[in-house]
């Protein structure tokens, strides 16, 4: 039951929804600018991160009759994806303008879908965790389809919506068939059942892999990534980003918990594991593999980070495969999501720079010769670029090191190497933008990237970020080295 | 037999028959009619579950509510020419997609009859919801007690629903200039 002393442990909830109603007023009130809404957004933001850090301290509770978490995972998580939303609010602001994007929904929308995802990060719960799949979703596709007068942003609105409303159906057919299989929609309660449980289990298994479906979808894992590279090239360039951190987190968080619902030390589930395991492992090996190799033959750069997200997704189901030996390599996940989203958040921004209109100077040819016409920029997306290749320095050399090593640890060597070596395909197609802004004379028709200040404000944090990460990582491994999955 | 049995069988003979129509009619609004059939025969498996209020609440929103404005928006589109996706699809196409749809169709009945000796009776039996007071009173009080975060975070779920469509039927993007 509800009580009062609960409502500070709901702080970082009440706050966003609080914000998500102060949106909508203060742009009612002022319809003709979006200043106030992006005030409201920015100080939502900065106050959720703030009541996040105060739940650290709470250990592990649940609230709301059981169907919310506070753990460690879950307001670090929050913590991670409102600070990175942050970054997008305030550094996409001249890329709103260049778009003619002036209404200030686009701030409402925003909110909306951190709030989705942080009611689905911290979910215990089935039926809780499809609701805010839902509520995160709905924004995230009127948000693709904002750059109304392309008709690639239309057509990929229009894909994402009709592939999520289906995926959403699929979720909850696997929950209605866990529910028939377990008797409950609760994960702890589920887990208590699967201790005890010794029968059939091809009820269970068949819901149970419909929901994995599900959010395997949501990630992009290869094969089932077909939407991504439309969806990003068709969406404004902030939004992609947007879905690249924060949504691709929240949902990796959920698939950690959904694949660890069951208890595997019981005799019943633990052939089931071997299989799970080998699925996995297929998933990993074809994003891996599709990933960098399709990646490397891209030329325009939002579908060449798409394909790279899709390689991401494989290095981190090799974590994935660690923590369902040991589940306390979670932090590998953890740690490669952060370094992803820190590197993915300062590529985008560098990206909404661009000074074309509708999306067209995003290609890899527009980068030819940037080095002499805009050193700076060229430098700092070096940066990026290399720390996404994983050059030691950065911080994508840590977070591949630990993923790789996680696995390692799961006895998965053959698979270390075979995400090793697409590493290095990888590394072509991302060197190859820097080599084109190096070694090229620039060509006076390809677009020129001018950024506003509080934008480069926020990509100077971002590649700092990378590069003190990259050479400190101790700090940020130990304080993800306490996070647990709590059944 | 059963009448109960006889009821069950007719009613989801036509679930499943309108449901085949609604994919297969080539005009949206023989599409939409099938659909209304579908609906209805839903209802009626409701009720013979014992869920009379469920079955009622599936007529008036389903077929009252939301059927007409599927009808609506066709009429809005003017979407009355028959079009069929499926002839200018490949035989092959067709055959892919009909051995996955009973592939599926396999794994999911394999998995649904060997529930039988899984699922036990839930909580709510025909005896504990008349203690409660019926059908009506039971449901608000599991919606309104246990499932009541689920339903304060459906009215988020709406909140979205209705910014992103107003956001997205906005004539205008713009209204005035912008901030940085």
């Not at chain 1, 979006?34 to 900065?46: C, E, G, N, W």
């Not at chain 1, 591949?400 to 072509?428: L, R």
């Amino acid at each position: 039951m509800f009580d009062l002393a609960n409502l500070a442990l709901l702080g970082p909830w009440l706050v966003l929804s609080l914000g998500i109603m102060a949106t909508m007023l203060v742009s009612s009130i002022r319809i003709e600018t979006r200043l106030p809404a992006k005030i409201v957004t920015i100080i939502t933001l900065v106050l959720v991160m703030i009541t996040s850090i105060g739940l650290f301290s709470e250990g592990t509770k649940t609230v709301l009759n059981g169907y919310i978490e506070i753990s460690k995972l879950s307001c670090m998580t929050l913590f991670f994806m409102s600070g990175i939303s942050l970054m997008f609010v305030v550094g996409s602001g001249g890329y709103l303008n260049k778009e003619k994007i002036h209404i200030s929904d686009y701030y409402n929308l925003l909110l909306l879908m951190v709030f989705g995802a942080s009611i689905l990060v911290s979910a215990k719960d089935l039926f809780v965790m499809f609701i805010a799949l839902e509520v995160m979703s709905l924004p995230a596709y009127a948000l693709v389809g904002f750059r109304r007068n392309d008709s690639r942003s239309n057509e990929a609105a229009i894909k994402y919506f009709i592939l999520g409303g289906a995926l959403g159906a699929i979720f909850l057919m696997g929950t209605s068939f866990i529910f028939g299989a377990s008797g409950s929609t609760q994960l702890a309660q589920i887990f208590e059942w699967s201790k005890g449980y010794n029968g059939d289990l091809l009820l269970f298994v068949v819901g149970h892999l419909l929901v994995l479906f599900a959010f395997l979808f949501k990630v992009a894992a290869a094969p089932f990534h077909f939407w991504k590279p439309d969806v990003y090239e068709g969406a404004p360039v902030s939004v992609t980003g947007l879905m690249a951190t924060v949504i691709t987190t929240a949902a990796f968080v959920v698939l950690v918990r959904l694949f660890h619902l069951v208890d595997f030390q019981s005799t019943t589930f633990a052939p089931y594991l071997e299989s799970l395991k080998q699925l996995i492992r297929v998933v990993a090996v074809m994003s891996l593999v599709g990933g960098s190799t399709v990646l490397i033959l891209q030329k325009n750069l939002k579908r060449m980070l798409a394909y790279s997200s899709i390689n991401h997704t494989g290095y981190l189901l090799l974590g994935l495969l660690g923590t369902l030996s040991k589940p306390d390599q979670i932090y590998s996940i953890w740690f490669y999501l952060a370094g992803y989203s820190i590197i993915t958040c300062g590529l985008f921004l560098m990206l909404s720079q661009s000074t074309t209109t509708n999306d067209q100077g995003l290609e890899l040819v527009d980068l030819t010769g940037l080095m002499k016409k805009n050193p700076y920029f060229a430098t700092v997306l070096s940066i990026f670029f290399l720390s996404m290749v994983g050059m030691p320095f950065t911080v994508g050399f840590f977070t591949k090191y630990t993923v790789f090593m996680s696995s390692i640890s799961a006895g998965e060597v053959g698979f270390v190497v075979i995400a090793a070596i697409c590493a290095v395909i990888g590394a072509y197609g991302y060197l190859r933008p820097i080599a084109l802004m190096v070694m090229r004379d620039p060509d006076p028709s390809s677009a020129s990237f001018v950024g506003t200040k509080f934008n480069q404000a926020m990509i100077i944090i971002l590649a700092a970020l990378c590069i003190i990460l990259g050479i400190f990582p101790q700090a940020l491994i130990q304080l993800t080295k306490g996070l647990e999955l709590i059944p | 037999m059963d009448w109960i049995f006889v009821a069950f069988i007719v009613f989801s003979t036509i679930a499943i028959l309108g449901s085949l129509m609604v994919v297969l009619q080539k005009t949206p609004v023989s599409s939409a009619f099938s659909l209304v059939l579908v609906f209805f025969s839903f209802s009626g498996l409701y009720a013979l579950l014992g869920a009379h209020f469920i079955a009622a609440l599936q007529i008036l929103v389903y077929t009252g509510a939301i059927m007409v404005l599927f009808v609506f928006v066709i009429m809005l589109l003017g979407q009355d020419q028959p079009t069929s996706d499926l002839k200018d699809s490949s035989l092959l196409f067709k055959g892919i997609t009909l051995l996955g749809a009973i592939g599926l169709l396999n794994v999911l009945l394999q998995a649904a009859l060997s529930s039988k000796d899984i699922v036990g009776k839930g909580v709510y039996t025909e005896e504990k919801i008349n203690e409660m007071g019926g059908n009506l009173k039971s449901i608000s009080e599991v919606l309104f007690k246990d499932y009541v975060f689920h339903f304060e975070l459906v009215s988020f779920l709406i909140l979205g629903a209705i910014v992103a469509t107003v956001a997205l039927a906005k004539r205008k993007n713009s209204l005035s200039g912008g901030v940085s």
